[in-house]
């Protein structure tokens, strides 16, 4: 209740006093940001062969003019994209249980587009699902986007769309004029499609062969991402031969897993090794870069997770923690010792300790390890989770407006 806010208050302005600003601070200033929703894109497609081909061949090169981020993991639950839409608008958990998006939509945020409607920033979305899917156009609302392009935006037919909507490519050839018609700076957020289970694509969109385990679920998934890499590609070609190219910074990221659990023999095959416990945590690594048009690319090895990357971003934009910027995660940029990345289920990460089903690993020797090597992380990893689900329940943020 409101007797929390004082101390969950207290706990996360400690969190950022003790982060040391970045070198990045404000660097891309004013500039428009363009986030890309890489959907089921998980980190070991990037720079992956099939058969001599890349799965990645666009973003692999985009890498290397780019941060980005090997050590950034997915922290979604059973809210899947829209946990992941939450978690970075709000640098908040999501819940244990069901989607945020649609158990809270009448809560007060704090939310990325609200805080940078001080900086002018319009907000929208661009999807090619129907608006009420996961509650998107409601909770969009709550969370304060000015503009919703959705299904009922574009021209979706029975060539063009597959599976849940719009194919990739379609998608973004026809947001650009949209994209072009949004007020200077903005913050808009791309939802891909078309990598999404069962990863479905017809024999004309197929890039590269699919591949011939005995799960299809599995031979599919390098061929749609392959598709997804395309259609980001063919987005930055558009946006280069626009003003907007320079003036914008491009966000992208893996929303979470593509291939489940089930599927774990296949994927070994294709990965070459067994998975451990210690590999499955791993496996929940996504692809995180951080375009900045004119700048030299860097690898960040920090950890961290989606939890992080609105900080990340409001680091760059030299957005100020006074405002009102309550949020979990800290910029992956600045330095900061004894970084903690927390999953839903309480499984947990450091630099170099992996703590799952009650065993904590070496990351280093991949071998299990003392207790005690991870015990010391326990109190911090329930806060995090306590913490944040106070805030959603209690609808907390009520009280922390000014
Ligand atoms: C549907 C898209 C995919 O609109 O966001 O949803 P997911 O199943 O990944 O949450
Ligand atoms: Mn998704």
């Not at 894109?41 to 990645?56: G, H, W």
């Not at 026809?174 to 791309?190: D, E, H, I, N, R």
């Not at 067994?274 to 950890?303: R, S, Y």
């Amino acid at each position: 209740d409101e007797s929390d806010v004082a101390e969950i208050t207290h706990y996360l302005e400690d969190k950022h006093n003790r982060v040391t600003p970045s070198n990045y601070h404000g660097i891309a200033k004013g500039k428009n940001v363009i986030v890309i929703f890489l959907e089921s894109t998980q980190a070991f497609v990037i720079d992956k062969k099939i058969n001599d081909q890349e799965v990645t061949p666009f973003l692999n090169k985009l890498k290397d003019e780019s941060f980005y981020f090997p050590n950034f993991y997915h922290q979604t639950a059973q809210g899947k994209t829209s946990d992941a839409e939450f978690i970075v608008d709000n640098s908040l958990y999501p819940l244990s249980g069901g989607s945020v998006f649609v158990r809270k939509p009448k809560n007060e945020y704090l939310a990325t587009p609200e805080i940078l409607k001080k900086y002018n920033y319009y907000s929208a979305s661009f999807h090619g699902n129907d608006s009420q899917f996961w509650n998107r156009l409601t909770m969009y609302n709550a969370l304060g986007y000015d503009r919703f392009f959705s299904k009922e935006d574009y021209d979706v037919n029975d060539e063009n769309s597959i599976n849940y909507g719009l194919k990739d490519i379609p998608f973004f050839e026809q947001s650009m004029p949209y994209l072009l018609s949004l007020p200077q700076p903005f913050y808009a957020k791309f939802l891909t499609l078309t990598n999404h289970f069962p990863f479905l694509l017809e024999p004309e969109d197929q890039f590269i062969p699919e591949l011939e385990t005995e799960q299809g679920v599995v031979n599919r998934y390098f061929t749609t991402v392959r598709y997804e890499d395309e259609a980001i590609k063919s987005f930055f070609d558009q946006i280069k031969d626009t003003d907007l190219y320079k003036n914008s910074i491009f966000v992208l990221f893996g929303d979470h897993y593509g291939i489940s659990k089930s599927y774990n023999d296949a994927l070994s095959e294709v990965l070459g090794h067994e998975i451990t416990v210690k590999d499955q945590v791993e496996l929940q690594k996504v692809p995180f870069f951080i375009h900045v048009p004119g700048m030299k690319g860097e690898v960040i090895n920090t950890v961290g997770g989606q939890i992080d990357l609105r900080a990340t971003i409001f680091d760059l934009l030299g957005v100020e923690n006074n405002d009102q910027t309550y949020s979990f995660g800290t910029s992956l940029l600045s330095n900061e010792d004894n970084r903690l990345v927390v999953f839903r289920d309480g499984t947990f990460t450091t630099d170099h300790y992996i703590y799952s089903e009650g065993t904590c690993y070496s990351k280093e020797t991949s071998k299990k390890v003392k207790r005690n090597k991870c015990s010391s992380y326990f109190t911090q990893v329930q806060k995090e989770l306590n913490y944040s689900d106070k805030i959603i329940y209690g609808d907390l943020f009520r009280f922390f407006k000014k």
